[in-house]
Each structure stands twice: as structure tokens, then as C-alpha cells.
């Protein structure tokens, strides 16, 4: 899915450095809107704001975090891990993945694969940032 | 404390590398970059893995990924150097043997020119001693008649 993405956020780029947010049609990338997340980084470069969570994406949080700052989304949730490095997308200005794994609020090790997308109203500055993440519960031991 | 590994995908854009994405995973990495590189989108595809030491400080870096392309592009211009080289040598090796030809030719001829006046009084002696002979022996015939 990581992958996925990241080739949709080529073709939206077109010759731009970023693409917009305009350009993304949830209806022709269902598959990934579910696992998907939008941070909004206006005037928030150090605590971005949660704008949207896919469905699929909202099953592995504990309570809703539309519109809630990433500083204060639950511990041991996927946005707080697939969200972590925001800062380095922010600063380089590409996509960037990583995975790793962690232990959820119910107590279930968790292993996800994430991206971080930037995108721009302008094509050139970065303005949002558009996230994905797939993941998996395993059994503790 | 352990070393920090990036990967990074690069295209070559307008003349210049740009980083496309990066991963913390070197399959990942390596599976999107040959993707890349098969779909003949990119003038060039490469991989750096970048390897951040903790106890140093220091960042190093490798490229351990190039694009078919730049590796055909690497080969052809290999095979030419390679190709220029024996030329070269060829060139070489034939101006040294005609070299040799013409020193040989020439010493030859130096021989031979300096041959040439020692062969030519020799011959003038054996006439003359031829001469003086056929002299010495008309006279001795006369004088014994």
C-alpha cells in the first residue's frame, strides 16, 4: 500500500515538486483512503493538527482524533507512531517510510508500515502532509 | 546505541540527482527502485544507503543500487575505453615495428653506401692486378722466344 501511494503521489506531482490536495480523489483510491491520515502543518510545523482518518485507519485508535493535535492523540495508537517523524518530511521535503512495531492501548503488539507524504497548495512549499499506514496485530510473546 | 541506516531512492532530473523518497527498509527500497527503473519513466535510478554512527558522529554513504541504464551506460563507456586502449596499443606496437623496419632499412643502406667505394677499389685493384699479370706474362713470353 506504502508503495501504492507513493506512485499516486508521483502522478499527482506531474512536473511540480508537490502536489495538491485538490488532486486527491478519495473515490479512485478507496483502498488507501481507509488506512490513510491528512495532517494539517499551516501554522503548526511543531504540533500538527489531524484533519481526516480513513475508516480502516480509525479501528486501531481508541476515540476519534479529527481535528486533534498530534501531541495529543492517545499513547500507544497507530496515528501516534505512523505520525512520529512528521518533522522530517516537513524538513526534507520528500516522502518518507518507515515501520517499526509497538505495543497498542489494549495491550497488542502492533506492526505497521507508514508514509508521510508532502503536499502543497502552491507546488512549491509544503503545506500538508498526507500519511498512510497498513498494519497488523500480533500476539505478544 | 545502534547505527541509523536510510535509504534513499534518487532520480536524475534535468541534470541532476533528486531525492524521489526515502525508507528505513533496504528490500523496500531496493524492490521500489528496480520498479522504477523497469518502468522506463526515469532517465536514471539509484539507491544511496546512508549509515548514521552514533559513536562517531559521522554519516557515511553508499550507493547499493544503480539503474540499468546508468549500469549500461557505465558498461559502454567502459568497453570503449577498453577499446580505445587497444587501439592505442595496436598504434603503438605498428609505429614501433615500422620503426624498426626503417632503422633497419636504414642501416642497411649506411652499410651499403659505406660498402660501395671499398667494393669499387677493389675491383679497380683486381683489374689492375689482372693488368699488370697479363703484362708480366706477354713480357715473359716474349722474352723467353
Not at chain 1, 486533534?68 to 526534507?92: K, Q
Request: overall charge positive; some cysteine; proline content about 3%.
Amino acid at each position: 500500500m506504502v508503495l501504492r501511494l507513493l506512485t499516486h503521489w508521483r502522478d499527482w506531482c506531474g512536473d511540480a515538486d508537490y502536489p495538491s490536495f485538490a488532486q486527491v480523489d478519495p473515490a479512485r483510491m478507496a483502498e488507501i483512503w481507509d488506512f490513510s491520515f491528512v495532517l494539517d502543518i499551516v501554522g503548526r510545523e511543531d504540533n500538527p493538527v489531524v484533519r481526516t482518518v480513513g475508516s480502516e485507519f480509525q479501528k486501531y485508535l481508541p476515540q476519534t482524533v479529527r481535528d486533534c493535535a498530534l501531541s495529543d492523540v492517545p499513547a500507544g495508537s497507530l496515528i501516534e507512531h505512523a505520525a512520529s517523524y512528521y518533522h522530517e518530511i516537513i524538513d526534507r521535503g520528500v516522502p518518507i517510510s518507515r515501520g517499526g512495531e509497538f505495543i497498542k492501548y489494549d495491550g497488542m503488539k502492533v506492526l505497521y508500515r507508514s508514509i508521510i507524504l508532502p503536499m502543497s497548495d502552491d507546488g512549491t512549499s509544503v503545506s500538508g502532509l498526507f500519511g498512510a499506514a497498513n498494519c497488523r496485530e500480533v500476539p505478544n510473546g | 546505541m545502534s547505527d541509523m541506516k536510510a535509504f534513499e531512492i534518487h532520480t536524475y532530473q534535468s541534470g541532476k540527482w533528486k531525492i524521489d523518497s526515502v525508507f528505513d527498509d533496504r528490500d523496500l527500497a531496493m524492490f521500489e527502485a528496480q520498479r522504477m527503473d523497469e518502468s522506463g519513466r526515469y532517465t536514471s535510478i539509484r539507491v544511496v544507503e546512508e549509515i548514521y554512527v552514533e559513536s562517531t558522529q559521522e554519516t557515511k554513504t553508499r550507493t547499493i543500487f544503480r539503474g540499468s541504464k546508468i549500469a549500461a551506460a557505465n558498461a559502454e563507456q567502459l568497453r570503449k575505453s577498453k577499446e580505445n586502449r587497444q587501439n592505442k596499443g595496436k598504434a603503438l606496437q605498428k609505429r614501433k615495428s615500422t620503426d624498426v623496419q626503417r632503422k633497419k632499412v636504414a642501416r642497411k643502406r649506411k652499410i651499403e653506401k659505406k660498402a660501395s667505394p671499398v667494393r669499387l677499389i677493389l675491383i679497380l685493384i683486381m683489374i689492375a692486378a689482372a693488368a699488370g699479370g697479363a703484362m708480366y706474362g706477354l713480357m715473359f713470353l716474349q722474352g723467353g722466344l
